[in-house]
Nanobody, 125 residues
Framework: QVQPVESGGGLAQVGGSLRLSCAASEGTYNSYTVGWFRQAPGKEREFVAAIRWSGGNTYFTDSVKGRFTISRDFAKSTVYLQMNSLKSEDTGVYYC??????????????????WGSGTQVAVSS
């Protein structure tokens, strides 16, 4: 049992950076995979990145590779999504989620069952 809580969203310019946080409340991320998903107003929910809390394995969607970094802080029970070189298409509501995903399902929202309420990211010129 864990409750992810997102923070750090806001307005950024194209080429800028934002760091999103996903803090665990009511538990820890032990034994979980923690993933980030985003949804633009007119698009489907999209996988962004994920990290294995214990092992540190990371996963990214192709569109953010080389720009985004995912990491975790054990002391703060927090997963971070560092977003650099932001593009307008990065705009959307970003959700953090935890679940016991296997490698074949790590990019699937259905593998996650503890979800945060989301944080808005807006990227403009």
């Amino acid at each position: 049992q864990v409750q992810p809580v997102e923070s750090g969203g806001g307005l950024a310019q194209v080429g800028g950076s934002l760091r999103l946080s996903c803090a665990a409340s009511e538990g820890t991320y032990n034994s979980y995979t923690v993933g980030w998903f985003r949804q633009a107003p007119g698009k489907e929910r999209e996988f962004v990145a994920a990290i294995r809390w214990s092992g540190g394995n990371t996963y990214f969607t192709d569109s953010v590779k080389g720009r985004f970094t995912i990491s975790r802080d054990f002391a703060k029970s927090t997963v971070y999504l560092q977003m650099n070189s932001l593009k307008s298409e990065d705009t959307g509501v970003y959700y953090c989620a935890a679940g016991r995903a296997i490698q074949s399902t790590v990019r699937s929202a259905s593998a996650y069952y503890y979800w945060g309420s989301g944080t808005q990211v807006a990227v403009s010129s």
